[in-house]
């Protein structure tokens, strides 16, 4: 009889556990939260704004640090000012407006794919990325006032599939193979077509804070041109997300001053070995427009 | 057909619409062409030094003060006012076009020598004085 109840005990016990690991299999959890913002820094990440808010973002990038009579580069400054929209669940739409050329940018980022465990299962998110530039300044090398400078020559695109993983909460990597394309360059070397690839990551340091980097790769061969007298290299970047619950404060060292793609990927002069580097910050902000 | 199919066929329509219907190639260098000629000085572009001389060559005949034709050009004045009336644009095409009709109407060639025009464009991109 005592042999009998425990053979009937260790089948339920079975059954039990079998059960809820079987219910565990119908529903599937989506990772949340990859990053912070949907920038890492610089570069867009995998997330997006959620559905029916309106993320106003103001990105700030000061002169260089190594200028001591411009109070660190603290009187110089570039600017974004942006809004960004989450359309439905799986796609943003956003505009900005960039000191730097004058620039005015849109995009389009739509979510294919949602990290996720239990009934389906995703190793990765993935998100695709297509802005396009319009430099309302015409380029400084073209003669205005003989030539006509076409309105194409002012745009540019950039396109970026992102895929990242968050490793629980304590780490993500992501990567952002990139193709930037210039309607217009400067020399017959030149590419029009720039691939680059992008890494970023972001490690947990608090409830609150998270420590960021991203540098993005131009592969070799690409671009000649110089900018201000000066070659082109990659942009690297090192920050930290602070979450506040309604903004989140991203404070970071970046070479980069241009905060669209086509600048801090193709456009990046400025090297961290001379100390040619600068302090920057994006403040977001959410706004609720309708509620899903 | 379902709701989201449809978001990602306007969407998808929308990027091909924007990506590729204005994707150029084109190379600052050969598009704008830099306008120094081997030889010609540019530096030093004066109305008094080249630009008189070269209105005088092909317009003066019939553009002069209470002349049959306007503006006038025999004047460092109305040449100024009517160069950057046009940012440029005209007086340059004018007398380096073969195609326009001012030089044809005189009976006058269009300019050719590259000097000349790369004096005439300095002349021009900086103010016209």
């Known amino acids: 009889m005592k042999k009998m109840k425990r053979y009937l005990l260790t089948s339920f016990l079975i059954i039990f556990i079998t059960s809820i690991s079987y219910a565990q299999q119908e529903t599937t959890e989506y990772t949340k939260m990859t990053f912070y913002a949907n920038r890492i ?52 739409i956003g505009v900005g407006r960039n000191t730097t050329e004058k620039l005015v940018d849109g995009f389009i980022k739509i979510k294919f794919l949602k990290q996720s465990k239990g009934k389906r ?28 400078y076409y309105f194409t020559n002012r745009i540019t695109y950039a396109h970026q599939i992102l895929i990242a993983r968050r490793f629980g909460d304590l780490l993500s990597l992501q990567l952002s193979p990139t193709l930037i394309h ?19 990551g972001r490690l947990k340091l608090s409830h609150k804070i998270d420590l960021t980097s991203e540098w993005y790769y131009v592969f ?37 001053t241009t905060m669209a793609e086509k600048g801090f990927i193709t456009e990046t002069t400025e090297r961290w070995d001379k100390g040619q580097i600068h302090i920057g910050f994006n403040l977001l902000r959410f706004f609720t427009i309708a509620n899903y | 057909m379902n709701r ?8 998808g329509f929308i990027f091909f619409i924007t990506t590729f219907s204005a994707c150029y190639y084109d190379v600052s260098d050969e598009l704008y062409p830099n ?22 060559s092909k317009c003066t005949s019939c553009h002069y003060t209470g002349g049959p034709d306007s503006p006038s050009l025999d004047n460092l004045t109305s040449a100024h006012e ?46 016209a004085n």
């Open chain 1, 41 to 92: 820094i610089n570069g867009h990440s995998v997330d997006l704004t959620p559905h029916g808010k309106l993320d106003f973002k103001i990105g700030h990038r000061m002169g260089r640090v190594d200028q001591l009579d411009n109070f660190f580069g603290i009187d110089q400054a570039t600017s974004r000012i942006a809004l960004e929209y989450g359309a439905t669940e799986w796609c943003n």
């Open chain 1, 121 to 148: 299962r995703m190793p990765i998110t993935v998100t695709g990325l297509s802005a396009m530039g319009l430099n309302t300044l015409p380029d400084p090398s073209v003669n205005t006032l003989i030539n006509d």
């Open chain 1, 182 to 200: 210039r309607n217009l360059v400067q020399t017959k070397d030149d590419i029009n077509d720039v691939f680059a690839l992008g890494v970023g």
């Open chain 1, 220 to 256: 070799p061969n690409q671009v000649y041109s110089q900018y201000n007298g000066t070659d082109v290299v990659n942009s690297f970047s090192l920050g930290i997300d602070i979450y506040t619950g309604k903004h989140t404060f991203q404070l970071h060292i970046t070479n980069s």
């Open chain 2, 4 to 11: 989201k199919l449809l978001y990602f066929i306007f969407i």
């Open chain 2, 35 to 56: 306008d120094a000629v081997a030889g010609c000085d540019t530096a030093n572009v004066t109305y008094d030094a080249q630009i008189k001389t070269l209105l005088n």
């Open chain 2, 82 to 127: 009517y160069a950057i009336s046009t940012n440029g644009h005209l007086l340059f095409d004018e007398i380096t076009n073969p195609n326009k009709t001012i030089p044809e109407h005189a009976n006058l060639p269009a300019i050719t020598d590259d000097c000349q025009k790369a004096q005439m464009k300095k002349w021009l991109e900086t103010g």
